[in-house]
């Protein structure tokens, strides 16, 4: 089997539950251009071009992949052969869009594309289809929100290859580095312990621990910092890991120690709180609560977390509003924080998965503030 993707019959499993759902919601068929859909149909990494690539997935008959011949090349890591799946290859000057709607069985009505469709395909293909398309999202949401066994394996894997970056970070934050200086070392340290590549990587220091999006900067470190490490990478077949811990160059203020400690109370109850059943805004809600309590909540500005798989952030999303009852094989990040803008913030994640009876974390690194010297 090709390292890069999972069995062909994952595959073959996942198109017909795909066709199933797309004649289930009265749809003629499903046109998923390359992105995150396509690579979890299809396992292909293909990229999207001004020329059309797309797999077409009728609700009643056999999909076929419409793909420039120039570009034949980038669909062999994929599936697609194995699978059997009809190619129709097309040239400059051929009208992609005609065999897209040939491939659909000459039906225009209800058909839906992949959310991540540029307009520069979308709006040739409601020409040739006489309708606009609607979005396969439902659809697809359903699908790749449950983790199958190997999905999960790869994100343990991923979880654990994190973690193991993460125990090397303490020997990067020292006085007088920056933060691109921690951050070059966490990239290097993502790839050597295990991923394919790097997905990204938050260093904030001092008053950048207090914006949650930070990236990383020329700011030095400096003693009594608090210093919040946000990293992910990839991990093959694809899978993202993603984990928060907060570091302390120095002992902390006993006020930066008591908060933190509410802080980490809250991520506790939202891991605890996570089960089949319970929604997915009352899992947000276990961990804010703990830090209204407190009188923290104020500074508590984003949701507790994001569904994570082939795309970092995918569904489900752990915030208030979402009704949505978890299930088991469900993966997501459990991760509050508190943002003291100017001054400092703190971030503690990791990523679950919901089991039969709770959910299984795929991180094991202490959630305590990690004190690293400051000498």
């Known amino acids: 089997m090709d390292a890069h993707r999972f069995d062909t019959s994952v595959y073959a499993r996942r198109l017909a539950a795909a066709a199933a759902a797309t004649a289930d919601a009265g749809l003629t068929g499903l046109v998923i251009t390359p ?4 690579r979890y149909l299809l396992g292909s990494r293909a990229q999207t071009h001004e020329r059309l690539t797309a797999l077409v997935l009728p609700a009643s008959g056999d999909p076929t992949v419409v793909v420039p011949r120039l570009e034949l ?3 062999k890591e994929s599936a697609i052969a ?3 799946l009809a190619v129709r290859d097309w040239v400059d000057g051929d009208d992609p869009y005609r065999l897209v709607g040939a491939a659909l069985g000459g039906g225009a009505a209800a058909t839906a594309v992949t959310d991540s469709m540029p307009a520069l395909h979308l709006l040739p293909l409601a020409g040739v289809l006489g309708a606009p398309p609607i979005l396969a999202t439902g659809i697809m949401r359903e699908l790749r929100m449950v983790k199958e066994q190997c999905e999960i394996d790869a994100l343990r894997k991923a979880g654990a290859a994190i973690d193991r970056v993460h125990a090397r970070v303490p020997e990067f934050l020292r006085p007088g580095r920056t933060e ?3 951050a070059a070392d966490i990239a290097e ?3 050597a312990e295990g991923h394919s590549e790097v997905a990204f990587i938050i260093v904030g220091s001092g008053p ?5 999006h930070h990236g990383y900067s020329d700011r030095e470190l400096r003693a009594g910092d608090v210093v919040v490490v946000d990293i992910g990478g990839a991990y093959e077949p694809g899978y993202h890991s993603d984990s928060t811990r907060t570091y302390s160059i120095g002992e902390p203020e006993p006020a930066v120690a008591q908060q933190y400690s509410v802080l980490q109370r809250a991520q506790r109850a939202g891991l605890e709180a ?5 929604t997915a805004e009352q899992v947000d809600a276990a961990a804010r609560d703990v830090l209204a309590a407190e009188g923290l909540a104020e500074y508590f500005v984003h949701r507790t977390g994001h569904g994570i798989g082939l795309s970092v952030h995918e569904e489900p999303y752990i915030v208030a509003g979402n009704d949505l009852p978890l299930a088991a094989g469900m993966a997501f990040s459990v991760e509050p924080g508190i943002y003291f803008p100017g001054r400092w913030g703190a971030r503690i994640e990791d990523i679950v998965v919901v089991t039969d009876d709770g959910a299984a974390a795929v991180n094991s690194r202490p959630h305590e503030l990690i004190v690293v010297p400051a000498s």
């Open 35 to 38: 992105g995150y859909d396509l």
């Open 189 to 191: 340290a993502i790839v």
């Open 208 to 212: 950048h621990s207090a914006d949650p």
């Open 73 to 75: 090349a980038s669909l």
């Open 180 to 182: 691109a200086d921690v």
């Open 82 to 84: 194995e699978l059997g």
């Open 274 to 278: 996570v089960r089949p059943g319970i």
